[in-house]
């Protein structure tokens, strides 16, 4: 960061950190004792702590800020930003860099809390499962209280607080409520879900919309409910909004939530005295929010993520491709560094770049792809830096961080770090995961549809009675046939150890061989059976009855099916209790008249430790591609991550809905059904293919009364959107 930032107070780690932004001036002495608001709760819990973060207040209205914190028991942060105009993003997004909490929550100095507010919403995190899920969010309404209404508020007894002014919102007391608003800018994130996404847009100054813009890429990347009709639309406000399209409709209801609950806080009354200045920021603003809004549906773009300042690494890449580079990961690296292994002279120049650069650890993707990288890789092993592996996994969407090596070469699959009982539904949970990899169609690489065994085993020509010996092949320039082969010595010598177990193979058995799907050639294997690329790896496990392959990533997957697994290579997956090792003909041939089932604990076990502990798990986006050799890959452009496991001690689960958890049926909806307004389902409504955008809602609304005066109103307040909301085509036509 380009400002000078100081710390003051005592930054332990909790659960939440309450973030109370401020600037003072000295006509505005007052706002110091604002910070008094938030401790009104006199019920606040061990694990939430109040962070000040005073955004250049002037030197000596600095100290009183810093001086109040210190005796209400708050952390403080001082940012050198005197110069700039004040921005509430910026201290958001470098209260999220420091402080060293699970959640962060955004609160404004001049609300007023009440007994159990905090309590309330470390409840909210368990039920509405920010625990499990860290891209999901709360919102808290807002009540503004009218001057008499905020004097009142102090006179009460603490314990009804809450209670009395909820009432007179419902009474909808006029002389005490000034407005409500549950679309707001009180809202808790997992901090490492707001470092990931960037926090709040820079290029918002002074006031408003960069937490409108920050919620709104939440709300789009994890659909808890479904979009509204044209979500860019700035369509009425939160308060008066009751037709469901544009995005303040949908935005609202994560405050209506906890409205139900009765979880809202209370705004102070103060004097405004807006400016010509604060006027034009937040039209400039309001403009900046209009495109962004646009540019993140159509690209996707994000604000560069925040860094962790309590992460002490600093990592070194040599690729940024997703496995190494991806945005939900980033911050788990801390500072980071490129280097081109070219620039580097072997290893004492690796060594000495580790040191000048202050290196903590190294992430390598594909650790044998270059002769430079294994020696960079070695050293690492050798001298203990500390280094992380990262690749696609063996199972269908998973992908690793390994700190002990690559596959085969690693020490992560030693029986110790599985070898512990599991309870009945870890069991369950796992067999649970085999029914869906048995049954489905999801492969590393591209497969033909499923089929019925019996219609295979017609294609191939194999009778009812015989067994079959499937043989995978792999791909002769793999990493793992280069350097993993093993006692095998070469692909070449697998294919011979396959030929020579078809000559001597008993009359009841079939070897069937199917190349890789990414492979032009088939090795000369005379007396086998060739199955066709259009067949699905997954029916020719289900059709064997036992597998031979070198350390094909189908190995782990046929441990699903419980078939006998011989394994000639050096297996991540090789474990006395899972398969067995071959290296000549009558290994094979004694295994095939003695098969050995994998043991089933086992299994269950290592497969647990895999699923739950080892492996992460994503959505992967790639397409096929040609080297320069002429051989055919699959790369993989992009990852869409679901759990992160590996690179810090805590996992990172993401949900990332792109369907809506919550249907229109909810109460939430209500607003949106009312004065005969017709809602349809809003999952089928996402699946039509009519004139309607996805996950519209279609209404048709009464006229009511008083309509020529609100629309006259609307009229002088805001030409233009009553130009573009006109039901007269004509009219929509002079809107800009």
Known sequence: MDIDISLSGKFEEKLVYVVLPIRVTTDRLDAIQRLDFASLDRNIPNNVQFVVVDDGSEASCANKVREKAEALGYSYIYINSASKPFSIGRCRNIAASYCPATYILFQDIDLLTYDGFYQSVLSEIKVQQLDRFIDRFLMFGVIYLTKNATDIYFELEPEIRKDYFLQKLIDNCEEDIEKFSTGTSVTLFNRDYFLIRGGNDPQFEKWGYEDLEFVNRC?????????????????????SIDVYKGWKSIYRLYGDRNLIKGKVLF????????????TKGKERNQLLFNKKLKMFKKHGLEPDVLQDMHNPNKTLLFRQNPFVFQREFRTALGDIQYADENSIDGTKDFERFLIDNNITQVLFHNPYSTDKMIDFYNYCRNYNVDYFVAERGALPGSFFFDKNGFLADSNSFDEINWKNC???????????????????????????????????????????????????????????????????????????????????????????IKKHPLEDEIPDMPNVLIASNSVHINDLIELSDSILLINSGVGLISMAWEKPLMYAGNAF???????????????????????????WSHTLRFFDYLLNEYYSFGEFVTRETKMDDGT?????????PKVIRGLISRELAFEYNQKPIVTANSILFDRYRRNGSIMEDSLKTQKSKSKVNNGSLIYLKKQTKGTFKSKFKKFRKNRQAFLR???????????K
């Not at 789009?220 to 939160?238: S, V």
């Not at 909301?725 to 809107?735: G, N, V």
């Open 422 to 512: 599991l309870t009945y539904e870890q069991e369950r949970d796992v067999i649970s995961y085999f029914e869906e990899l048995r049954t489905g169609v999801n492969t590393l690489e591209k497969q033909g549809d499923r089929e019925c065994l019996n219609n295979l085993r017609f294609e191939l020509g194999i009778k009812p009675h015989e067994k079959v010996l499937f043989v995978p092949l792999q791909r002769p320039g793999d990493t793992v046939i280069k350097y993993q082969i093993g006692d095998i010595g070469s692909y070449q010598e697998f294919i011979n150890l396959v030929n020579e177990t078809a000559e001597q193979l008993p009359l009841n058995w079939k070897i069937v």
């Open 725 to 735: 909301d006109s039901k007269y085509p004509f009219l929509r036509f002079f809107a």
């Open 573 to 599: 997956y090789g474990h006395e209790k899972l398969n067995t090792k071959v290296s000549k003909p009558s290994d094979v041939i004694e295994c095939l008249y003695q098969p050995k089932k994998p043991s």
């Open 267 to 278: 705004h102070a009354w103060h004097p405004v005295f807006p400016t010509s200045d604060y």
């Open 219 to 239: 709300i789009r990347l994890n659909r808890i409910y479904p979009l509204p009709d044209t979500f860019e639309l700035d369509y009425k406000n939160f308060n």
């Open 632 to 640: 055919r890959m699959t790369a993989t452009i992009a990852i869409r």
